[in-house]
């Protein structure tokens, strides 16, 4: 826990170097939740009948998975957006020789941006609440549980993505496609149920499309746990598998890259 601290303090400092970019990060928030607010008053009544199961509002439905979908986001690039980073100032070598184990340099090297992402999510959903979204009847508890499991598997396809740049050098292409494909197919900004056949089967191979539709159950309509118990068991399933699977692979990828000696080819 000290050394994860430790990588927190640091990213913490190098953002707050960088004021005015931290600010229109946040600024972004806001701007975002207008753009999504309006879209919403133009669609009006139209919108409810495809989202009466998460209450007829588009605008509660799109803050929601917009707030998810940033977890997604930064669960897929930030572990290898620091990994590029170490490569190129020149530490991560320096941290691999440490005592310090690889998943505590791993996971502590995504600290900061899950901190961010988790304050620009409040911004987000007390934003929202403010333009009218109500969050009433929602159920904090099962809320919290969901977002946690999701971050977990998030953060483990990011891992893997990372892998894959620690061997190959390049990855932007792959993980930019696969945020895009996920975006597209899993409801962050409408419900699935409009997709193609195929492309609904699809989004079920998606951990988002489970946690977008138990979140929204359970932040809009209060859902208990056994109405939304298949969407949970299938992220928990998802982190599982995942999650120790792109640790090895980490493992095996900083393994090879010492024994080809390219480990801090970038």
Known sequence: MRRAFAFLIRDLYVELSYRVSFLMQLAQVFI????FYFISRLLGP????????YG??????VI???ALSSYFGIGLASFAQSLREAQTTGTLEAMLMTPTRVSTIVLGSALWSYAFTTLRVFLYLIAGALLGVSFAHANLGLGVLILLISIITFSAIG????????????GD???????????????????????PRPLQVLAQLVPVTYALRALRLALLQGAS???????????VAFAVILLPLSLYAFRLAVHRARVDGSLTHF
């Open 64 to 66: 929601i998975g917009v």
């Open 159 to 170: 891992i893997l993505a990372a892998s894959f740049i620690m061997v190959l050098k390049r």
């Open 225 to 235: 746990w056994r109405q939304i118990a298949p969407d949970v068991m299938a992220l």
């Open 46 to 53: 139209a919108a409810a009948p495809g989202l009466a199961a």
């Open 56 to 61: 007829g509002d588009y605008f509660a439905f």
């Open 32 to 35: 975002a939740v207008f753009v």
């Open 173 to 195: 292409p792959v993980t930019g496609l696969v945020g895009v494909g996920a975006t597209l197919i899993a409801g962050v900004y409408y419900p699935i149920e409009v997709l």
